[in-house]
């Protein structure tokens, strides 16, 4: 009877830590992906600010724009993309700066497990109509 009685307990007792285990673990997956989908919300609107940057779309809305959302990415980058950005925006939106600037952005919201985009250059396209 005391072994039936200690058997029960240490089941249950081993099905509560399970349990409490899994909602912790579920929980802070939930936590990461909900910051994951909010730096690509923010990092997007940053790119879609820049794009308001470029010569021949830049007015008053796009500075402020822009603005905006270089502020927001100070609440969320990581310490290597706010490095890139203040030299991205000391050099005023200088096209050398925006290549490290999106590699760490990329980098920072590990779309893909490897490196594949080392080799790319980023630049901002000017459209002529």
Avoid: C
């Avoid at 990461?32 to 008053?60: C, H, P």
């Avoid at 925006?89 to 920072?108: G, S």
């Amino acid at each position: 009877m005391i072994v039936t009685l200690t058997s029960a307990l240490i089941g249950a007792v081993a099905a509560l830590l399970v349990a409490i285990l899994t909602t912790t673990n579920n929980s802070r997956r939930d936590r990461e992906a909900d910051w994951r989908k909010l730096k690509l919300e923010i990092y997007r609107e940053y790119v879609t600010a820049i794009s308001g940057m470029v010569e021949g779309r830049a007015d008053n809305h796009a500075q402020d724009r822009y603005l905006d959302a270089s502020h927001s990415l100070m609440l969320i980058a990581s310490p290597e993309v706010l490095k890139v950005l203040f030299q991205f925006q000391k050099d005023r939106l200088d096209k050398r700066h925006l290549t490290p600037l999106m590699k760490a952005i990329r980098n920072d919201i590990k779309p893909r497990p490897d490196n594949s985009d080392e080799e790319i250059e980023f630049q901002m396209f000017k459209f002529i109509l």
